[in-house]
């Protein structure tokens, strides 16, 4: 701070100064991360002049101080234990006695203080200082005093007398909960009951007041369990309570224990964008339900937040929909309920709207025209200003994906017709959007006129299959036929198939990143092996980037194809530095006790054998907030690589996608934010770092296929982007 002070006051350049992040040309630019200063003394005293104009910070006569920084616990709620991760040098630093003393004395003197309030995290640390420190501060300051601990670091009947003596007449003793269980399990801090109880007995007898600091929220807590945190601060006597809600932070283990256990939208360090859905459909074969659940479970890389079915005999609709895997929706029961000759389903992953019951799809409806159900994968960008329309017209809408406009638009369109009525209802639609739709009688098979999203074509016997991937027709043993072309409707019923082309055409607009990420390897995208394209990204990315390595790894498994192209083309012998587990559910029951980056060590762990003493290229196919690749090479490095040099398979991703996947906000992204690749490769903490640029992605795509590269380049297809605000919140906020 001083030296930005200081640049500011000279007019020289601030922008490169350790710790900053500046905002510049419209661009934040996160420089790096300075050593942690040891010797506090070295800093000016704090200018308490600048909080005098603001009265609520300067009342009652009370002086903040720190005499130290830093903190060594391990509570898992806290930033602490996250900023250890990132910081070099001690963390816990105290100024010396004599520092503080003088600070307090011109203060007081200055001032007038009558109160001080000793502000560090764990003032009560170290107590060889306390015991030269305290008679100091009795003797030269003499003024009542408060400090924050925790019960079992004070231990000492003498440290008691020690500072009541030097005049200290309240401590903060952050207990968190009343269970026992819960505060040293789930929360790592290492406070029993019974020095609480001890803790209160001391202050009571030496007439110190205890000010208890409790949180609200944490995850698992119930009722009873909050109750019980109440009544355990009234038995241990306090004179206040200082009640905090939960607050989920990025980089801390509960904060990503929270995020795993589902309780809150988002996410912090999302290593990868999130595919929206999956959709499947079955016409004319008597197990049709069935079949569309085999698709649905290979389709659930697509989206794992819920699953569901609706199936037609030929006069009504049968649903089945819940949250959660595709195998924990459906039982054989269940399966059995869904009766008829055609079915449709949907795994999703939120893009627009929350992941309630109501917005789970195929999503139903009965109208005049009877009933109807929806799978959609994409996200219509201009469904929020529809849905306004609709509302001040009087509908009323059950949930809040942005799905639920297209089939009010149907309803509303003033004609029996069916197809008529989708038709015009799909004209009004902008942004990505591939459907199957289901009645009585009939399936419909639609592709935007873009063709954003993937929907394929196959057959089985007599029987056809529809879905966004080709690998679900390989577990039903169907044939693919084709990829709907963009703009493509087709009509199963009792006509056959009838394809048409209806919309007026428009430059397509493939998602690249389905190549890149998205679809299964072993899928074909727009008649093309992902597989294969994955692998020749990989060549391309040694040409462009080549590395005097030792091994090439992947970042499993979308990688894997690609880091076998990079080794192929380079030379480099390819092996597996990482396994990925794929077995770990919502209900996974995490270690009660808390390891450090937990989130990425489930999902990954490191081979040593593979990577020790090793100059390693680790090829991933997207940066996205760079939380995780750094966790990654954090990772490599402690099995022993000795040198890193991290290959992207995707340029680097600068943009938010509208058409169907979940990705941050801009300024989350760490490309957007980042002047440089170098300043990307700071903060990862690779020694190298190269991205595959958009040249040479375009050169290895198929050659018949026009693209949407907007998350890298922010030039969106024409008409397609949101107007205004746009994000998976957005049809949220309108619902309510
Ligand atoms: S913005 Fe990116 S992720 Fe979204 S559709 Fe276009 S290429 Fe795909």
């Known amino acids: 701070m001083l030296e930005y002070v200081t640049a500011l006051q000279d007019g020289t350049d601030f922008t490169a100064i350790p710790n900053l992040w500046v905002k510049k040309?419209?661009?934040i630019f996160k420089n790096g991360i300075r050593p942690n200063l040891e010797d506090l003394d070295s800093l000016p005293f704090s200018d308490k002049e600048l909080v005098r104009p603001f009265p609520h910070l300067w009342k009652d006569g009370i002086g903040y101080?720190?005499?130290?920084?830093?903190?060594?616990?391990?509570?898992?709620?806290?930033?602490?234990?996250a900023q250890r991760e990132i910081e070099s040098g001690p963390n816990v630093r105290r100024r010396s006695a004599e520092n503080v003393i003088r600070e307090l004395k011109e203060c007081k003197e200055k001032y007038g203080f009558r109160y001080i309030a000793f502000q560090d995290d764990i003032f009560l640390l170290q107590p060889r200082w306390l015991?030269?420190?305290?008679?100091?501060?009795?003797?030269?300051?003499?003024?009542?005093?408060?400090?924050?601990?925790?019960?079992?670091?004070?231990?000492?009947?003498?440290?008691?007398?020690?500072?009541?003596?030097?005049?200290c007449i309240r401590i903060f003793f952050a207990i968190e909960t009343g269970n026992e269980v819960t505060r040293r399990q789930l929360l790592n801090k290492t406070v029993k009951d019974e020095d609480l109880f001890?803790?209160?007995?001391?202050?009571?007898?030496?007439g110190i007041e205890i000010v208890s600091a409790i949180i609200i929220g944490i995850p698992g807590e119930t009722v009873e369990s909050a109750l019980e945190t109440v009544q355990k601060t009234i038995d241990t006597r306090v004179h206040c309570m200082i009640c905090s809600f939960f607050m989920p932070y990025p980089g801390t283990e509960l904060g990503d224990r929270a995020r795993q256990m589902g309780l809150f939208e988002g996410n912090f360090d999302d290593e990868h964008p999130r595919e929206a859905c999956g959709i499947v459909g079955v016409f004319g074969h008597p197990e049709a339900a069935k079949l569309t659940y085999l698709g649905l479970y290979a389709l659930q890389h697509r989206g794992q937040e819920s699953a569901g079915i609706v199936s037609s005999d030929g006069r009504q609709l049968y649903t089945h929909r819940g949250p959660g895997l595709v195998a924990d929706v459906f039982t054989e029961s269940a399966l059995k309920r869904l009766a008829g000759h055609m079915a449709i389903g949907h795994v999703r992953y939120s893009t627009a709207g929350s992941s309630t019951q109501e917005n789970i799809q195929p999503l139903v409806a009965n109208y005049k025209g009877g009933g109807l159900a929806v799978a959609h994968n994409g996200t219509i960008t201009n469904a929020p200003i529809i849905r306004a329309e609709l509302e001040d017209r009087g509908a009323i809408f059950q949930g809040s994906t942005d799905t639920e406009v297209l089939v009010h638009l149907i309803a509303q369109a003033g004609t029996n017709d069916f197809d008529e009525a989708l038709f015009m209802a799909l004209l009004r639609l902008r942004g990505a959007y591939s459907l199957l739709l289901l009645k009585a009688d009939r399936m419909m098979a639609v592709k935007d006129p873009r063709g954003f999203r993937p929907l394929c074509l196959g057959r089985l016997g007599s029987s056809y299959v529809v879905a966004s991937e080709s690998c679900a027709f390989d577990i039903m043993n169907a044939e693919y036929l084709r990829e709907l072309a963009p703009g493509e409707m087709i009509c199963f019923g009792a006509q056959g198939p009838i394809s048409s082309r209806p919309f007026p055409p428009a430059e397509q607009a493939f998602c690249v990143f389905e190549y890149i990420y998205f679809s299964r390897p072993d899928s074909f995208a727009a008649t093309r092996s992902i597989y294969e394209y994955r692998?020749?990204?990989?060549?391309?990315?040694?040409?462009?980037?080549?590395a005097d390595a030792d091994v090439v790894i992947a970042v499993p498994d979308s990688s894997v194809p690609a880091a076998i192209g990079y080794a192929q083309r380079s030379g480099i012998p390819y092996a597996m530095g990482l396994i990925r587990?794929?077995?770990?559910?919502?209900?996974?029951?995490?270690?009660?006790?808390?390891?450090?980056?937990?989130?990425?060590r489930i999902k990954y762990n490191a081979v040593r054998s593979v990577l020790e003493g090793q100059r390693v290229v680790v090829v991933d196919d997207s940066i996205v907030r760079g939380t995780t690749s750094r966790k990654i090479v954090?990772?490599?490095?402690?099995?022993?690589?000795?040198?890193?040099?991290?290959?992207?398979?995707?340029?680097?991703?600068?943009?938010?996608?509208?058409f169907g996947i979940d990705t941050p906000k801009r300024e989350r992204?760490?490309?957007?934010?980042?002047?440089?690749?170098?300043?990307?490769?700071?903060?990862?903490?690779?020694?190298?770092?190269?991205?595959?640029?958009l040249e040479g992605l375009l050169r290895v795509m198929p050659k018949t296929i026009q693209y949407c590269t907007a998350c890298f380049t922010g030039e969106y297809p024409a008409g397609q982007a949101p107007v205004g605000t746009f994000d998976k919140q957005s049809m949220e906020r309108i619902a309510k």
């Open 25 to 27: 040309d419209g661009k």
């Open 65 to 81: 101080f720190m005499t130290a920084r830093g903190c060594p616990l391990d509570c898992n709620f806290c930033f602490n234990h």
């Open 131 to 167: 015991k030269y420190f305290l008679p100091l501060y009795r003797d030269e300051i003499r003024l009542p005093f408060h400090c924050h601990s925790i019960a079992n670091l004070i231990r000492q009947e003498e440290h008691f007398q020690w500072l009541s003596e030097a005049g």
């Open 198 to 206: 001890r803790a209160a007995a001391m202050c009571e007898k030496y």
């Open 535 to 546: 692998a020749r990204l990989g060549e391309q990315l040694a040409e462009e980037h080549p």
């Open 581 to 600: 587990s794929h077995y770990v559910g919502r209900t996974f029951i995490e270690p009660d006790q808390a390891i450090r980056d937990f989130g990425a």
């Open 634 to 658: 954090n990772m490599l490095r402690a099995a022993g690589a000795r040198e890193i040099h991290m290959r992207i398979s995707a340029p680097p991703w600068k943009n938010p996608c509208y």
């Open 669 to 693: 992204l760490i490309a957007a934010q980042a002047s440089d690749v170098e300043m990307i490769r700071q903060a990862i903490g690779c020694d190298s770092l190269g991205f595959i640029s």
